[in-house]
Protein backbone atom coordinates (compact mmCIF):
# COMPACT_ATOMS: atom_id res chain seq x y z
CA UNK A 1 0.00 0.00 0.00
CA UNK A 2 1.42 3.45 -0.95
CA UNK A 3 2.57 6.08 1.40
CA UNK A 4 -0.29 8.38 2.25
CA UNK A 5 1.82 12.29 1.72
CA UNK A 6 1.14 15.52 2.75
CA UNK A 7 3.00 19.40 2.37
CA UNK A 8 4.86 20.14 5.41
CA UNK A 9 7.52 23.52 5.88
CA UNK A 10 10.84 21.45 7.00
CA UNK A 11 14.41 23.30 8.07
CA UNK A 12 17.06 21.48 6.80
CA UNK A 13 19.40 23.94 7.17
CA UNK A 14 19.65 26.66 10.37
CA UNK A 15 19.42 30.47 9.12
CA UNK A 16 17.01 33.16 8.09
CA UNK A 17 13.60 32.47 6.30
CA UNK A 18 15.13 30.99 3.16
CA UNK A 19 15.78 27.91 4.67
CA UNK A 20 12.16 27.33 5.27
CA UNK A 21 11.13 24.50 2.45
CA UNK A 22 7.97 23.49 1.29
CA UNK A 23 8.02 19.55 1.19
CA UNK A 24 6.20 16.54 0.66
CA UNK A 25 6.51 14.11 3.46
CA UNK A 26 4.51 10.84 4.65
CA UNK A 27 1.01 12.38 6.87
CA UNK A 28 2.21 10.48 10.55
CA UNK A 29 0.68 8.07 12.24
CA UNK A 30 -0.98 8.81 15.88
CA UNK A 31 0.79 6.99 18.30
CA UNK A 32 -0.57 6.45 22.32
CA UNK A 33 -2.56 8.74 23.19
CA UNK A 34 -2.57 11.01 20.46
CA UNK A 35 -4.73 11.81 17.75
CA UNK A 36 -4.39 12.96 13.87
CA UNK A 37 -5.45 16.60 12.79
CA UNK A 38 -6.07 17.92 9.66
CA UNK A 39 -4.49 21.26 10.13
CA UNK A 40 -6.89 24.77 9.20
CA UNK A 41 -4.01 26.89 10.84
CA UNK A 42 -0.84 27.03 12.33
CA UNK A 43 -0.30 29.84 14.83
CA UNK A 44 3.42 31.32 14.42
CA UNK A 45 5.43 31.97 17.58
CA UNK A 46 9.06 32.96 18.60
CA UNK A 47 10.11 29.80 19.48
CA UNK A 48 9.48 28.95 15.35
CA UNK A 49 12.31 31.09 14.66
CA UNK A 50 14.74 30.43 17.10
CA UNK A 51 14.37 26.52 15.86
CA UNK A 52 14.91 27.77 12.13
CA UNK A 53 17.78 30.19 13.70
CA UNK A 54 19.45 26.99 15.34
CA UNK A 55 18.29 27.65 18.91
CA UNK A 56 21.79 30.19 18.70
CA UNK A 57 19.45 32.65 21.84
CA UNK A 58 19.49 30.18 24.51
CA UNK A 59 22.27 29.24 26.60
CA UNK A 60 24.19 25.99 25.46
CA UNK A 61 22.84 23.88 28.70
CA UNK A 62 19.57 24.59 27.71
CA UNK A 63 19.19 24.04 24.00
CA UNK A 64 17.31 20.84 23.38
CA UNK A 65 19.17 18.75 20.73
CA UNK A 66 17.17 18.92 17.51
CA UNK A 67 17.58 16.45 14.49
CA UNK A 68 17.46 18.14 11.07
CA UNK A 69 15.50 18.39 8.94
CA UNK A 70 12.91 19.66 10.95
CA UNK A 71 9.29 20.44 11.36
CA UNK A 72 8.86 23.79 13.04
CA UNK A 73 5.14 25.15 14.61
CA UNK A 74 4.09 24.11 17.70
CA UNK A 75 0.17 26.07 17.44
CA UNK A 76 -2.76 24.37 15.59
CA UNK A 77 -6.07 24.34 14.69
CA UNK A 78 -8.23 21.55 13.16
CA UNK A 79 -10.51 18.80 12.59
CA UNK A 80 -9.49 15.14 14.08
CA UNK A 81 -8.98 12.95 11.38
CA UNK A 82 -7.79 9.49 13.44
CA UNK A 83 -7.87 8.55 17.04
CA UNK A 84 -5.93 6.29 18.81
CA UNK A 85 -7.40 3.65 20.64
CA UNK A 86 -6.70 4.58 23.90
CA UNK A 87 -7.79 8.25 23.70
CA UNK A 88 -10.99 9.02 24.96
CA UNK A 89 -13.03 12.42 24.54
CA UNK A 90 -12.14 12.56 21.13
CA UNK A 91 -14.19 11.47 17.88
CA UNK A 92 -13.09 12.06 14.27
CA UNK A 93 -14.55 15.14 13.24
CA UNK A 94 -13.96 17.43 16.38
CA UNK A 95 -12.71 20.49 15.77
CA UNK A 96 -9.75 21.12 18.33
CA UNK A 97 -6.86 23.61 18.69
CA UNK A 98 -3.53 23.18 20.78
CA UNK A 99 -0.07 23.81 22.02
CA UNK A 100 1.66 20.55 21.20
CA UNK A 101 4.67 19.67 22.93
CA UNK A 102 5.69 22.39 24.34
CA UNK A 103 8.46 23.27 25.42
CA UNK A 104 10.14 20.69 23.44
CA UNK A 105 10.49 21.39 19.38
CA UNK A 106 8.78 18.97 18.45
CA UNK A 107 5.08 20.14 17.55
CA UNK A 108 5.70 19.99 13.67
CA UNK A 109 2.47 21.99 13.56
CA UNK A 110 3.73 23.23 10.21
CA UNK A 111 1.81 20.97 8.03
CA UNK A 112 -1.75 19.87 6.35
CA UNK A 113 -1.64 17.10 9.57
CA UNK A 114 0.14 16.79 12.16
CA UNK A 115 0.32 13.65 15.49
CA UNK A 116 -0.93 15.56 18.71
CA UNK A 117 -1.42 14.25 22.10
CA UNK A 118 -5.08 14.40 23.30
CA UNK A 119 -3.95 15.91 26.25
CA UNK A 120 -2.57 18.80 24.73
CA UNK A 121 -5.96 19.96 22.91
CA UNK A 122 -9.25 21.66 23.62
CA UNK A 123 -12.45 21.58 21.77
CA UNK A 124 -12.11 24.58 19.01
CA UNK A 125 -14.53 27.30 20.36
CA UNK A 126 -17.47 27.35 17.99
CA UNK A 127 -17.23 31.27 18.09
CA UNK A 128 -14.06 32.00 16.27
CA UNK A 129 -12.76 30.42 13.11
CA UNK A 130 -9.60 28.15 12.88
CA UNK A 131 -7.29 31.17 12.03
CA UNK A 132 -8.25 32.99 15.70
CA UNK A 133 -8.47 29.66 17.34
CA UNK A 134 -4.66 28.58 16.12
CA UNK A 135 -3.38 32.25 17.34
CA UNK A 136 -4.68 31.90 20.65
CA UNK A 137 -2.32 28.18 21.93
CA UNK A 138 1.18 29.18 22.71
CA UNK A 139 0.64 33.09 23.72
CA UNK A 140 -2.43 32.26 25.36
CA UNK A 141 -1.42 29.86 28.00
CA UNK A 142 1.97 32.09 28.55
CA UNK A 143 -0.38 34.71 29.77
CA UNK A 144 -2.19 32.71 31.13
CA UNK A 145 0.59 30.37 33.69
CA UNK A 146 2.05 34.07 34.10
CA UNK A 147 -0.74 35.52 35.56
CA UNK A 148 -3.65 33.17 36.20
CA UNK A 149 -2.59 30.02 36.87
CA UNK A 150 0.53 28.41 36.73
CA UNK A 151 -0.79 24.90 36.21
CA UNK A 152 2.42 22.36 36.81
CA UNK A 153 5.18 21.63 39.00
CA UNK A 154 8.17 21.67 36.65
CA UNK A 155 10.65 23.70 37.20
CA UNK A 156 11.77 26.83 35.27
CA UNK A 157 15.02 26.60 33.60
CA UNK A 158 15.64 30.30 34.17
CA UNK A 159 15.25 30.28 38.00
CA UNK A 160 14.90 27.70 41.05
CA UNK A 161 11.77 28.87 42.80
CA UNK A 162 8.50 28.19 41.08
CA UNK A 163 6.64 30.36 39.55
CA UNK A 164 3.38 32.40 41.45
CA UNK A 165 1.24 34.34 39.76
CA UNK A 166 -0.12 37.54 41.39
CA UNK A 167 -3.67 38.08 42.75
CA UNK A 168 -5.20 40.49 40.25
CA UNK A 169 -8.21 42.73 41.45
CA UNK A 170 -9.70 46.16 40.97
CA UNK A 171 -7.14 47.31 44.18
CA UNK A 172 -4.38 45.96 41.43
CA UNK A 173 -2.36 48.41 38.86
CA UNK A 174 -0.51 46.32 36.11
CA UNK A 175 1.71 47.38 33.24
CA UNK A 176 2.04 45.63 30.21
CA UNK A 177 5.17 45.84 28.46
CA UNK A 178 4.73 45.00 24.81
CA UNK A 179 1.58 45.31 24.87
CA UNK A 180 0.67 45.02 21.76
CA UNK A 181 2.26 41.46 20.38
CA UNK A 182 1.14 38.12 20.94
CA UNK A 183 1.38 37.44 24.58
CA UNK A 184 1.20 41.08 25.36
CA UNK A 185 -2.43 41.62 24.17
CA UNK A 186 -4.12 38.15 25.73
CA UNK A 187 -2.20 39.42 29.11
CA UNK A 188 -3.73 42.82 28.78
CA UNK A 189 -7.66 41.00 28.20
CA UNK A 190 -6.70 38.48 30.86
CA UNK A 191 -5.58 41.35 33.97
CA UNK A 192 -8.50 43.36 32.57
CA UNK A 193 -10.88 40.49 33.00
CA UNK A 194 -10.08 40.24 36.68
CA UNK A 195 -10.58 43.31 37.13
CA UNK A 196 -7.02 45.17 37.50
CA UNK A 197 -6.05 48.79 35.85
CA UNK A 198 -3.80 48.32 33.23
CA UNK A 199 -1.36 50.36 31.36
CA UNK A 200 -0.24 49.16 28.15
CA UNK A 201 3.23 49.89 26.73
CA UNK A 202 3.46 49.85 22.75
CA UNK A 203 4.60 52.21 20.09
CA UNK A 204 2.15 54.71 19.23
CA UNK A 205 0.49 52.53 15.78
CA UNK A 206 -0.81 50.63 18.37
CA UNK A 207 -2.98 52.48 21.11
CA UNK A 208 -6.06 53.04 19.57
CA UNK A 209 -5.94 48.71 19.16
CA UNK A 210 -4.82 48.86 22.79
CA UNK A 211 -7.65 51.27 24.75
CA UNK A 212 -10.04 48.59 22.48
CA UNK A 213 -9.16 45.59 24.20
CA UNK A 214 -9.32 48.26 27.79
CA UNK A 215 -5.87 49.44 28.44
CA UNK A 216 -6.88 52.30 31.18
CA UNK A 217 -3.99 54.45 30.17
CA UNK A 218 -1.02 54.02 27.29
CA UNK A 219 2.49 54.63 26.84
CA UNK A 220 4.16 55.14 23.73
CA UNK A 221 7.93 54.19 24.18
CA UNK A 222 8.82 55.54 21.21
CA UNK A 223 7.64 59.01 23.09
CA UNK A 224 8.54 58.74 26.52
CA UNK A 225 10.38 55.97 29.00
CA UNK A 226 7.79 54.22 31.36
CA UNK A 227 10.16 53.86 34.65
CA UNK A 228 10.17 57.91 34.40
CA UNK A 229 6.19 58.32 33.92
CA UNK A 230 5.04 55.88 36.76
CA UNK A 231 5.75 54.62 40.43
CA UNK A 232 3.78 52.13 42.80
CA UNK A 233 2.80 49.59 40.09
CA UNK A 234 2.01 46.00 41.81
CA UNK A 235 2.78 44.45 38.45
CA UNK A 236 4.73 44.53 35.72
CA UNK A 237 4.45 42.13 32.84
CA UNK A 238 7.36 42.52 30.23
CA UNK A 239 7.09 40.57 27.20
CA UNK A 240 9.98 41.97 25.59
CA UNK A 241 12.26 40.96 28.50
CA UNK A 242 15.85 40.66 27.74
CA UNK A 243 18.93 43.11 29.10
CA UNK A 244 16.83 46.04 29.55
CA UNK A 245 14.21 44.68 31.48
CA UNK A 246 15.73 45.62 34.84
CA UNK A 247 15.01 49.17 33.93
CA UNK A 248 11.28 48.83 34.94
CA UNK A 249 12.21 47.36 38.54
CA UNK A 250 11.67 51.03 39.33
CA UNK A 251 8.20 51.57 38.45
CA UNK A 252 6.86 49.02 41.50
CA UNK A 253 5.98 49.92 44.89
CA UNK A 254 7.47 47.58 47.54
CA UNK A 255 6.29 44.03 47.46
CA UNK A 256 5.63 44.46 43.90
CA UNK A 257 6.69 42.06 41.07
CA UNK A 258 8.42 41.85 37.51
CA UNK A 259 7.33 39.15 35.26
CA UNK A 260 9.77 38.80 32.23
CA UNK A 261 8.80 36.63 29.50
CA UNK A 262 11.73 36.41 27.55
CA UNK A 263 14.34 36.41 31.07
CA UNK A 264 17.56 38.87 31.74
CA UNK A 265 19.73 39.96 33.82
CA UNK A 266 19.08 40.67 37.46
CA UNK A 267 20.79 42.14 40.33
CA UNK A 268 19.85 40.44 43.49
CA UNK A 269 21.41 43.25 45.43
CA UNK A 270 19.32 45.85 43.44
CA UNK A 271 15.81 43.38 43.75
CA UNK A 272 16.23 42.97 47.38
CA UNK A 273 16.82 46.91 48.38
CA UNK A 274 13.52 47.70 46.18
CA UNK A 275 12.02 45.64 48.05
CA UNK A 276 10.15 44.08 44.72
CA UNK A 277 10.74 39.82 42.94
CA UNK A 278 10.97 38.78 39.75
CA UNK A 279 9.99 35.41 38.70
CA UNK A 280 9.36 33.70 35.37
CA UNK A 281 7.88 30.49 33.86
CA UNK A 282 8.04 28.77 30.74
CA UNK A 283 4.69 28.12 29.11
CA UNK A 284 3.86 24.50 29.25
CA UNK A 285 1.56 22.55 26.68
CA UNK A 286 -2.10 22.18 29.15
CA UNK A 287 -5.05 21.31 26.67
CA UNK A 288 -7.08 21.82 30.14
CA UNK A 289 -5.87 25.59 30.92
CA UNK A 290 -6.44 26.09 27.09
CA UNK A 291 -10.26 25.05 27.39
CA UNK A 292 -10.81 27.71 30.50
CA UNK A 293 -9.24 30.20 27.89
CA UNK A 294 -11.40 28.69 25.06
CA UNK A 295 -14.56 29.42 27.28
CA UNK A 296 -13.59 33.45 27.45
CA UNK A 297 -12.89 33.08 23.63
CA UNK A 298 -16.28 31.90 22.83
CA UNK A 299 -17.75 34.46 25.01
CA UNK A 300 -15.58 37.33 23.47
CA UNK A 301 -14.55 38.06 26.85
CA UNK A 302 -11.20 37.52 25.35
CA UNK A 303 -10.41 37.92 21.71
CA UNK A 304 -7.51 37.16 19.40
CA UNK A 305 -5.70 39.57 17.41
CA UNK A 306 -4.63 39.07 14.09
CA UNK A 307 -1.77 40.78 12.77
CA UNK A 308 -1.26 39.59 8.97
CA UNK A 309 -2.09 35.38 7.34
CA UNK A 310 -0.10 33.87 4.95
CA UNK A 311 -0.57 30.07 3.14
CA UNK A 312 1.69 27.31 4.86
CA UNK A 313 3.35 27.24 0.89
CA UNK A 314 4.70 31.07 2.23
CA UNK A 315 5.52 30.29 5.63
CA UNK A 316 8.73 32.11 4.74
CA UNK A 317 7.11 35.48 4.11
CA UNK A 318 5.43 34.94 7.53
CA UNK A 319 8.92 34.41 9.14
CA UNK A 320 9.91 37.63 7.09
CA UNK A 321 7.10 39.38 8.22
CA UNK A 322 7.93 38.46 12.16
CA UNK A 323 11.25 39.47 12.03
CA UNK A 324 10.59 43.16 11.20
CA UNK A 325 8.95 43.83 14.78
CA UNK A 326 6.13 45.58 15.65
CA UNK A 327 3.38 42.71 15.25
CA UNK A 328 -0.28 43.71 16.08
CA UNK A 329 -1.43 40.06 17.67
CA UNK A 330 -0.50 37.16 15.56
CA UNK A 331 0.90 35.81 12.61
CA UNK A 332 -1.13 32.84 11.16
CA UNK A 333 -0.55 30.26 8.44
CA UNK A 334 -3.67 29.16 6.57
CA UNK A 335 -3.39 25.48 5.22
CA UNK A 336 -5.38 24.60 2.28
CA UNK A 337 -7.99 22.05 2.46
CA UNK A 338 -8.27 19.52 -0.03
CA UNK A 339 -9.19 16.20 0.66
CA UNK A 340 -9.31 13.63 3.51
CA UNK A 341 -6.27 10.88 4.36
Not at 72 to 92: C, E, H, K, W
Not at 108 to 119: G, R
Not at 120 to 142: C, E, N, Q, S, Y
Not at 258 to 270: H, S, T, Y
Amino acid sequence: MPTRTMRAVRVHEHGGPEVLRYDEVPIPEPGPGEVLVRVHAVGVNPPDWYLREGLTNLPPETRPKVCLPVIPGTDVSGVVAAVAADVDGLSVGDEVFGLLRFPSFDGSAYAEYVAAPASDLARKPAGIDHVHAAGAPMAGLTAWQFLIELGHDHPSPFQAARHRPTALDADTTVLINGAAGGVGHFALQLAKWQGAHVIAVASGAHESFLRELGADRFIDYTQSRPEELVREIDLVLDTVGGRESSRLLRTLKRGGALFPVFFGAFDEEETARLGVTVSGTQVRSNGAQLAELGRLLDAGTVRVAIDSTFPLADARAAHARASRGHIQGKIVLTVAQDGTP
